[in-house]
């Protein structure tokens, strides 16, 4: 699973849209959290049964990995991640018996942990990665492929969406490369006429539904190793624009776990710098911000609708602000620095277990608690179960007339346009980067939590 030291690793899902974000990054330490070293362990034992051929309970209750450089006693294989590996195992075996019955006569190989190299054909050596697992038929003769599918494990419970994953495309590209590819080094022009069928999936057993792809046979997911290819090219983009020195970040979802967030340590100003321009605007219009707080505080009904929309486009603003003098205030009190009328003292406590998982649930097992009392799970969606292919269509319609019913949600307070104002927009070079993001997969249906799954 291990990515070494790729400069674009596939599975930083940050560089694609924030080519700063690199630069900022290189000034921390890469050091795997415990989440990722634990799941480290569920694609060594996955790895471990495709290349002995074994289900996963032959590893029950040994130790593997030892003296691996993340977590060198090892793990410890309990029935939990026996349980979660062996949701992949029966995934992949169904699908091997899918594509030798789709393909009479092909043969089928399955590879685990294998390189990916999408970037070579772009002419660079800092994007490439491993692949977790790759399904591929092949002409029993030519060796022609049939039909290609790359798919990423996930062993922690934070939803990873299926849809336009720059991860799995990544990956498909580096393995069909190739096949489309020309020349001796494999760059362009690539032809796309020379793969069959694609699928993309993510194996996600701590999450509902288990399984979820995108693929080439279903016409709604509208894939093909042409769009593949096409977002390829957009990916290649996105990487060259990482190469500048002064490449901007871009503020968004993105920056939850990138290194420079500030949030998790790091010096990056982004989000922050984004928030204070909403107060910079008001400044710049002339508006007493002081004085209309105090309004606002004092007399709110007297303030007018456009004031009402000015203020409350300074929150993020004016919050930014806050977060980061305590951010400041807690780092100098943690130096041993006074800052009056300030302490850092324990908040409120909670419950935690007291070993890790592995030994938690083993010995929460031994006191007759079923795993489903452990890992409590949750009833399918409407939206997921109207995906599910063992149903018909007759089904579908008497479950949605006998059992489901639409509610509307409730409504929220959101932040729209102005509609009475047109606004000329120059782009900026940040801008020109997020227009680059949002036209990457115009042409794939946007993202959605609900996908089918075999279970």
């Known amino acids: 699973m291990s990515e070494g030291h790729a400069r674009l690793g596939p599975s930083?899902?940050?560089?694609p849209v924030c080519p700063g974000s690199v630069r900022e990054e290189?000034?921390?330490?890469?050091?795997?959290?415990?989440?990722?070293?634990d799941g480290t362990?569920?694609?060594?034992?996955?790895?471990l049964c495709l290349q002995n051929n074994v289900q996963a309970h032959a590893y029950d209750q040994q130790i593997i990995g030892a003296n691996h450089s993340d977590n060198p006693n090892g793990w410890l294989v309990a029935p939990d991640r026996i349980e979660r590996v062996q949701m992949a195992l029966d995934y992949i075996k169904r699908r091997v018996n899918e594509l030798k019955s789709?393909?009479?006569?092909c043969n089928v190989m399955v590879e685990s942990e294998s390189t990916s190299d999408p970037g070579g054909a772009f002419g660079r050596d800092d994007w490439w990665g491993t692949c977790d697992i790759t399904i591929t038929a092949r002409h029993p003769m030519t060796g022609d492929i049939y039909f290609i599918e790359v798919a990423d494990y996930k062993d922690g419970r934070g939803y990873v969406s299926e849809k336009n994953n720059t991860q799995n495309i990544s990956y498909l590209f580096g393995k069909i490369r190739s096949h489309i590819a020309s020349g001796p080094d494999k760059v362009r022009p690539f032809n796309p006429a020379n793969i069959g069928g694609i699928r993309m999936t993510i194996i996600q057993p701590k999450t509902n539904p288990v399984v979820r792809y995108?693929?080439?046979t279903r016409q709604e997911d509208?894939?093909?190793s042409l769009t593949v290819i096409e977002a390829a090219e957009k990916l290649a983009h996105a990487a060259h624009l990482t190469d500048d020195d002064n490449a901007p970040v871009v503020p968004g979802k993105h920056c939850q776990w990138c290194k420079a967030n500030p949030k998790r340590g790091g010096h990056c100003t982004a989000i922050l710098d984004k928030s204070l321009q909403v107060v910079e605007k008001m400044n710049k219009s002339n508006l007493n911000l002081i004085d209309t707080f105090k309004t606002a505080v004092a007399d709110i009904k007297s303030l007018t609708e456009s004031q009402l929309s000015?203020?409350?486009?300074?929150?993020?603003?004016?919050?930014?602000?806050f977060d980061k003098v305590k951010s400041e205030i807690k780092e100098r009190i943690k130096q041993g620095i006074d800052v009056p009328g300030y302490a850092m003292v324990p908040g409120r406590g909670s419950r935690v277990w007291n070993e890790g998982e592995d030994e938690i649930v083993k010995k929460l097992k031994s006191r007759r608690l079923k795993l489903v009392d452990i890992y409590p799970k949750k009833l399918i969606s409407p939206a997921q179960l109207m995906k599910l292919e063992k149903l018909t269509e007759s089904q579908k319609k008497r479950i949605s007339e006998d059992?489901?019913?639409f509610k509307d949600g409730n409504l929220t307070l959101k932040k729209v346009s102005h509609k009475k104002e047109e606004k000329v927009v120059v782009q900026s070079p940040t801008d020109d980067v997020q227009s680059q993001v949002q036209l990457m997969f115009a042409d794939v249906p946007k993202p959605v939590t609900e996908e089918v799954s075999f279970f």
């Open 26 to 37: 290189a000034n921390y330490p890469d050091i795997p959290g415990a989440a990722a070293i």
């Open 102 to 105: 789709m393909f009479p006569g």
């Open 12 to 15: 930083n899902k940050r560089w």
């Open 403 to 405: 059992l489901i019913s």
């Open 310 to 321: 000015e203020i409350a486009d300074t929150e993020e603003g004016v919050q930014a602000i």
């Open 214 to 216: 995108q693929c080439s």
């Open 222 to 224: 509208n894939v093909s």
């Open 41 to 47: 362990g569920s694609h060594l034992l996955l790895e």
